[in-house]
């Protein structure tokens, strides 16, 4: 296994776009998602989903959802957001984001994935992964380590980063059964597939993990910054939030090397692509960091 040596945390940073979101919409955006055209951000302290164009960054609107939404994913089924303060998630319409239905999941449901046709949802108070159907229908829920936060989805299988447990869970897709279970850093949080490998946040000691997708070995370890927490692969470089000093950084999949370095906003959580830009949600300072 490889360790990386820290970038110099003193320099001054280039910085994102910074775009504000509406009063009333704003206050812990924790989370975003892209479905291509517009971007979906759940305000955990306002209860809300605001929707802005991709293009301009333009508002489009505010919905309500559920109490304390902190995740949110594009899907060909919908918008669908948890929520983790009533233990449900919301199916939006992406037209109009619209509300399709709500529905129970486990005890705090804090993450959510696509894969194989389904929706997973992450239970961090239970300990729990649950597998819905794109009605919503629950189809069975599975155990893994404490407080999943994070998941990423291989194609195959399903890789949980459990929070309190400093490891990462690989599930079956088909069957839900554990295929293995493996050591990450302190406070795994997020997780991303490049194709090839799994790359893990680790919230505590600010560092991402790059796990070897055959087998979860893990093959190298690199500094980011305190609070490592988002983190997303865009087809090119692998993009990861450092929340305790407010900025994003780029690297390069096949050996971690630091390819940039951005100022957001603070508090940055969620981070995800459209495609054409990168967007990072700042939960301490009510806005979106893009590098439209």
Known sequence: MRRAVAESESRELPALRDIQLPRGSGGGAEALASDGISLWIASQFQNTVTRVRASDGKTLETVSVGSQPVAVLADPSGIWVANLGDDTVTQLDPSDGSMLGTFPVGHGPGGLVSGGNNIWVLNRNDSTVTKLARDGTTLATFRVGTRPTGAAWDGVNLWVANNMS??????????????GTFPAGKGPFGAAFDGANVWVTNFFDGTVSKLRGSDGATLAVFPVGDGAAGITFDGVSIWVTSNGVNRVTRLRPTDGAVLA??????????????GAAVWVANFASASVSTSR
Do not use: Q, W
């Open 166 to 179: 400093d490891t990462v869970t690989k599930l079956d897709g088909a069957t839900g059964a554990p295929v």
């Open 261 to 274: 370095t951005y100022a957001t906003g603070a508090g940055p959580f969620g981070v995800t692509s459209d």
